[in-house]
């Protein structure tokens, strides 16, 4: 029986984690959304999620672009349909590729920040000091890293779609042999809004997913630094699989059909 013993043990601990971390959100935005309100704090998070997120994201995209075109352009030439690839680079770009790794960049850089930083406030107590004075921890250092992240990784996904086809179009143009007008022409004939918007979708929903695990495990870390590095890396871990796991979701729901 041990076997079912442990299989058991995991499915009772992931829906214990699950439930721990949908009423943690629920707790969050059910305080967060009501005054007092602390503007200064989410004015920071906008500037750190994204603003100092923009370099790391658009390097990401550019150079994703490019290698997009030249790995379509090696595989379509054998079938002469080097014209489809300004569409496979837009498409690819707007619908998967900006989302997803923006949503990794970021959880990487700005989930584990969070972690490392609520984990820190725990392990000094900090948490406990403003709690002691009357300024609630949900609504002072929570909610506005959700809104944080629910507002800017859409706008750095935009900066990357934009930065990623720009890498393929200077691929493409600069060393493919594609003329500008034609390649910018085919970029756009077959684009369409819904692309777009599902694109924007799935970011809103990762940069509030990478938000949401690193003030949950940060905010529940163990005591020492040693706690504070396995929050650190469950933040990481957790955010990355689940942006993984809600992209597959959020494309079944918008291209089903």
Do not use: W
């Not at 058991?8 to 629920?26: D, E, M, Q, R, Y």
């Not at 150079?63 to 790995?71: D, E, P, R, Y």
């Not at 955010?239 to 729901?253: D, F, G, M, P």
């Amino acid at each position: 029986m041990n076997p079912f013993r442990l299989i058991g043990a995991g499915v009772l601990g992931f829906c214990a984690n699950l439930g721990g971390i949908v009423a943690f959100a629920s707790r969050a935005i059910g305080r967060g959304v009501t005054p007092p309100y602390f503007p200064r704090q989410y004015l920071r998070q906008f500037l750190d999620i994204g603003y100092y997120s923009l370099p790391v994201v658009g390097l990401t995209a550019i150079f994703t672009g490019a290698v997009l075109a030249l790995q379509s352009y090696t595989g379509f030439q054998r079938f002469q349909a080097e014209s489809a690839i300004p569409t496979i680079v837009v498409l690819s770009v707007v619908r998967e590729l900006g989302p997803v790794l923006a949503g990794l960049m970021v959880a990487g850089r700005v989930g584990a920040a969070m972690a490392a930083e609520l984990g820190t406030m725990r392990v000094t107590e900090q948490i406990d000091a403003l709690t002691t004075l009357s300024t609630d921890p949900y609504r002072y250092l929570i909610m506005p890293r959700l809104v944080g992240g629910l507002i800017m990784l859409p706008l750095l996904v935009v900066v990357a779609d934009l930065i990623g086809v720009m890498g393929g179009y200077l691929i493409a143009t600069l060393k493919l042999g594609f003329g500008s007008v034609e390649y910018l022409n085919n970029t756009f004939r077959y684009l369409q809004t819904m692309d777009v918007v599902s694109g924007l979708t799935k970011a809103a929903v990762f940069g509030f997913i990478v938000a949401l695990m690193g003030c949950y495990h940060g905010f529940y870390s163990q005591r020492g630094a040693q706690g504070v590095g396995v929050a650190t890396t469950r933040a990481v871990v957790t955010a990355s699989i689940l942006i993984l796991t809600s992209n597959y979701i959020v494309t079944e729901l918008f291209f089903s059909g």
